[in-house]
């Protein structure tokens, strides 16, 4: 149980394109997805919260209107590099946690196995 | 701001030794602590969390300590086996505050066969 998928695995892009990057879950209900950068040799920054049925929750420094995340079902979160650049090269790794009921996300969260983004 | 910190960046242990990786944390809202595995490409995977009304979880070989006062968890893995090489990462959430994780920085474990 408590599978998250990610697709794609791997996109390389021209600078100036778009990229969709889906996460699922695959046996669970997540109403909360959150989204993770990854660059080389650190550590995972959260970028956002993605909300079932609402607006997603950035942080601070994260460009939402570059990052268009939409939460359109109980099992799926979709994250959009809009004018992808050099500079968003990344990995990026969703997560999300069993809904337990009453709007609480499960305490542990279970990670899809991430994306590599590489722009040209 | 480093809410969450991992002080040694690697680890090297002899096989069927302890692996001790360590985890400091600054914000006391902090109540649920994870412990991930990651090899490069991959997403993060889960193996053991410790809520802060706890001061050990164990499961198989691996136990994660909670030292509330001094801010502090370890997990130990006992005994150390090759496949264990991996980066660790430690991860604290407040489930009062939407449960996102906030992560230390990693520590590579290298278990010599």
């Known amino acids: 149980g408590a599978v998250v998928s990610q697709h794609p695995s791997w996109v390389i892009c021209k600078s100036g394109t778009s990229v969709k990057i889906e996460c699922r879950s695959l046996?669970?209900?997540?109403?909360?997805m959150f989204w993770y950068r990854q660059f080389p040799k650190q550590s995972l920054m959260l970028m956002a919260t993605?909300?079932?049925?609402?607006?997603?929750?950035?942080e601070q420094g994260v460009e939402k209107d570059k990052f268009l995340i939409n939460h359109a079902s109980l099992t799926l979160s979709t994250l959009t590099v809009t004018s992808a650049h050099p500079e968003d090269s990344s990995f990026y790794i969703c997560?999300?946690?069993?809904?337990?009921?009453?709007?609480?996300?499960?305490?542990?969260?279970?990670f899809g196995p991430g994306t590599r983004l590489t722009v040209l | 701001d480093q809410q969450v910190k991992q002080n040694s960046p690697s680890l090297s242990v002899q096989e069927g030794r302890i692996s001790i990786l360590n985890c400091d944390y600054t914000?006391?809202?902090?109540?649920?602590f994870l412990w991930y595995k990651k090899y490069p490409a991959e997403g993060p995977t889960f193996l053991i969390s410790?809520?802060?009304?706890?001061d050990k979880n164990e499961d198989g070989r691996f136990t994660v300590f909670l030292n509330k006062s001094a801010k502090h968890l370890s997990l130990h893995i006992v005994p150390s086996q090759p496949g264990d090489s991996a980066v660790y990462f430690c991860?604290?959430?407040?489930?009062?505050?939407?449960?996102?994780?906030?992560f230390g920085g990693g520590t590579r474990l290298m278990v010599k066969p």
């Open positions: 410790i809520s802060s009304i706890k």
């Open positions: 997560s999300a946690g069993a809904a337990t009921g009453a709007g609480q996300v499960g305490d542990t969260q279970y």
């Open positions: 993605s909300n079932e049925g609402s607006k997603a929750t950035y």
């Open positions: 046996d669970f209900q997540a109403t909360t």
């Open positions: 991860a604290a959430s407040d489930r009062n505050a939407g449960n996102m994780l906030t």
């Open positions: 914000n006391s809202m902090f109540d649920y």
